[in-house]
């Protein structure tokens, strides 16, 4: 065996431990970063209207505070949580049919009127989005473009709901007018939460799909390095 092969097998021997952290603080990091961004929002929050204060509110649930749990969760975790195409496929149709439902007009007025609503609104979004991320940050090695394809029909989807916010004619949600606000005021107040959702998608998601992109990208090129080393001399 040539000493170039040799030197290869070594590295690889010692390869998945080093890789192994270097994922987990990646996997950190990337949570930090989201986190970060969208504390912003957080920040100006008790200035906000009442459509961009909600929005806001579900920003950082869905996009800040659940995937940094998923981070933790996966950090700790002996094994991978949630690591199959079809629970990955089935958590991301429940978390965006969750995320339409919820912020459907009916549905909307109702959980301002009901405070026991409105809690399960946020429980529900911030426990499908916590096991989104666990299922996205599951997947390892060579599957993970299912992650990166979840990931960016997410992206669209949530980003064509603040699409529609943006350019809606009317106020879709009047519910604030019991509140003395003026269809001026409702109009500005759900451009903004519109506004707040454009902003955060690509701060969350497509920042996540790049990462995993990338990581998707290194671990083919591994297995092809690995592929070639074992092959004969010669060869």
């Given amino acids: 065996m040539s000493r170039t092969k040799i030197a290869i ?24 970063v989201v986190a970060c961004a969208v504390g912003l929002v ?10 961009a204060s909600h929005m806001a509110t579900h920003i950082i649930l869905m996009s800040a505070l659940a995937p940094f749990l998923a981070v933790l969760s996966i950090r700790f975790a002996s094994t991978p949580v949630l690591a199959s195409g079809r629970a990955l496929a089935i958590i991301t149709a429940a978390q965006l049919a969750l995320l339409y439902a919820w912020h459907a007009p009916g549905a909307a ?17 911030l426990a499908a989005a916590l096991l989104f991320w666990l299922a996205i940050l599951g997947d390892t090695g060579v599957a993970r473009w299912r992650g990166v394809a979840a990931l960016a029909i997410t992206g669209k989807l949530a980003c064509l709901l603040g699409v529609l916010l943006v350019f809606a004619p009317r106020v879709l949600d009047t519910s604030a007018a ?9 109009l500005a107040d ?7 959702m454009l902003a955060a998608c690509p701060a969350s998601y497509v920042l996540s799909g790049v990462w995993i992109a990338s990581r998707w990208l290194l671990a083919l090129e591994d297995d092809r390095l690995g592929a070639r080393s074992d092959l004969p001399d010669g060869a």
């Fill in 42 to 51: 957080a920040y100006a929050g008790p200035g906000l209207g009442p459509r």
């Fill in 190 to 196: 759900q451009r903004l939460a519109g506004l707040l």
């Fill in 178 to 186: 019991s509140w003395g606000a003026t269809t001026e005021m409702m």
């Fill in 109 to 125: 007025a109702y959980t301002e009127s009901h405070p026991a609503a409105h809690f399960s609104m946020h429980a529900s979004l």
């Fill in 9 to 32: 097998l070594a590295m690889a021997n010692g390869a998945p431990g080093a890789q192994a952290v270097s994922d987990s603080r990646a996997k950190i990091a990337v949570a930090i």
